[in-house]
């Protein structure tokens, strides 16, 4: 589980750095343009990078966590300056955080790991890896001009505070978030250890490090974001490749449901169980032809009826619990506004599907503007579902120092301490609207 989370200057988040406690569930709230759904976006963003495509270098802008448009520029660099703060290079983006293994004892390992983005023409990433606290590796790489187009990229290392000989570090594998290159070049090094008598030290250590470095991206291959524009329109319905999760817009939602794994996973009988809370009940999946159908019964007529017939907020309600129940257990489930469409009969009810959720050893990050969905978390907490602690409200708010986080903290009987401020501050300006229209005392006030 992610533990902790460090952004400094991607997007929103500027040169004050914003750095969270995260729970088994965090609630983002704030204004529209706070940087809530850049906190999603700079987890996603490491999550794809380090996972996905291994070929490439850099960052990976658009994939299947994350799609940041990219497309009409002419530059290969320029899609990198809307991730920039205020658009500008001339501060590095960062992004880190600690995770911790799965598990209830006292004993089990935390580490941690930050890349940070420097450049433009000739960009480069820089890396820390640390266990418990304790920087155990770093790699960066130093950029040198030759000439009017030449660069000269050397890679550095240092390894339990030991520095390792430039010559002896190849392939440093620093282009790229948590590279297998990064494994590969660790252990040329100790290959090389015998030729160095300071490097005895540092291969002494490195047993576990390798089996670190596959927890963290085995980590990371369990994050998956579901973004704000989702609906029955970008769902797919023919049947396609194999899918594991639902899809940044729930676009693989139908062939989730429809896979003979989803309908062996330990999840889906309290998917349809939900799926009868929002609206959907006797779920049934199959097909027509060529086309995967999703069918439930009419709570009213009990006709069977297909999914695209279904309440806008019904629809929304599946695509989410499909996310939160029938992703893969140990999950790191990102979601933009879970409340989207959503009647106040059933945004009270998310905090229920969360906590079932996190019984999995999933963990629950999510962005809102729902007062009902953040006062259900208290009635959550007092009603045994969730501890307090397993529970973390943020609420932001953007200047020009970037977003800063105050946390709304929770008592053992679900009371915050203190209303969101946002929130408040519109219903002072309802409630003072709604007062001034009142009519004064005297022969006309009931009139």
């Given at each position: 589980m992610f533990t902790k989370l460090h952004i400094h200057n991607y997007k929103a988040i500027g040169p004050e750095p914003l750095d969270l406690d995260l729970a088994p569930i965090t609630i983002l709230v704030g204004r529209s343009g706070s940087g809530k759904s850049c906190v999603l976006e700079a987890l996603a963003l490491t999550a794809q990078s380090a996972v996905e495509d291994p070929q490439r270098h850099d960052l990976i802008l658009s994939g299947s966590r994350l799609k940041l448009p990219i497309e009409g520029y002419q530059d290969y660099r320029e899609p990198y300056r809307q991730i920039c703060h205020a658009g500008s290079y001339d501060s590095?983006?960062?992004?880190g955080f600690s995770w911790r293994e799965a598990g209830d004892g006292e004993e089990n390992q935390t580490f941690d790991y930050r890349w940070t983005r420097k450049g433009n023409e000739s960009p480069r990433l820089d890396?820390?890896?640390?266990?418990?606290?304790?920087?155990?590796?770093?790699?960066?790489t130093d950029v040198k001009k030759t000439g009017?187009?030449?660069?000269?990229?050397?890679?550095?290392?240092?390894?339990?505070?030991?520095?390792?000989?430039?010559?002896?570090?190849?392939?440093?594998?620093?282009?790229?978030?948590?590279?297998?290159?990064?494994?590969?070049?660790?252990?040329?090094?100790?290959?090389?250890?015998?030729?160095?008598?300071?490097?005895?030290?540092?291969?002494?250590?490195?047993?576990?490090?390798?089996?670190?470095?596959?927890?963290?991206?085995?980590?990371?291959?369990?994050?998956?974001?579901?973004?704000?524009?989702?609906?029955?329109?970008?769902?797919?319905?023919?049947?396609?490749?194999?899918?594991?999760?639902?899809?940044?817009?729930?676009?693989?939602?139908?062939?989730?449901?429809?896979?003979?794994?989803?309908?062996?996973?330990?999840?889906?009988?309290?998917?349809?169980?939900?799926?009868?809370?929002?609206?959907?009940p006797e779920i049934e999946t199959g097909a027509d032809g060529n086309q995967l159908k999703v069918v439930f019964a009419d709570p009213h007529t009990h006709a069977s009826m297909d999914l695209w017939q279904a309440a806008t907020g019904s629809k929304q309600g599946l695509i989410l619990a499909a996310h939160m129940l029938l992703s893969s257990e140990g999950s790191t489930l990102l979601v933009e506004e879970p409340d989207a469409n959503m009647h106040p009969g059933y945004e009270k009810l998310l905090p229920a599907l969360f906590a079932e959720s996190t019984k999995g050893n999933r963990q629950v990050l999510a962005t809102t503007h729902s007062e009902i969905l953040v006062a259900a978390m208290g009635n959550a907490v007092r009603k045994g579902l969730l501890k307090p602690q397993d529970v973390a409200i943020y609420h932001l708010e953007r200047d020009e120092l970037g977003v800063r986080a105050e946390r709304l903290d929770m008592s053992q009987k679900g009371n915050l301490a203190g209303w969101v401020k946002s929130f408040a501050e519109v219903e002072k300006d309802l409630f003072n609207e709604w007062y001034q229209e009142l009519p004064e005392d005297g022969p006309e006030a009931g009139s």
């Open positions: 590095p983006i960062s992004v890396h820390c890896l640390g266990l418990d606290g304790s920087l155990f590796l770093r790699m960066w009017s187009q030449g660069v000269v990229y050397t890679p550095h290392m240092e390894f339990r505070g030991k520095a390792i000989p430039d010559d002896l570090v190849r392939g440093s594998g620093a282009d790229r978030v948590l590279s297998e290159k990064i494994v590969e070049a660790v252990r040329q090094m100790l290959l090389n250890a015998q030729k160095s008598p300071d490097l005895e030290l540092a291969a002494a250590s490195w047993e576990g490090t390798e089996v670190i470095l596959e927890q963290l991206k085995t980590s990371l291959g369990g994050v998956h974001f579901l973004s704000s524009l989702r609906g029955a329109d970008l769902m797919h319905t023919e049947p396609g490749p194999k899918v594991s999760f639902v899809g940044l817009h729930g676009e693989n939602t139908v062939r989730l449901l429809a896979s003979i794994d989803a309908r062996t996973r330990k999840g889906y009988k309290a998917l349809r169980r939900w799926a009868k809370e929002f609206g959907l």
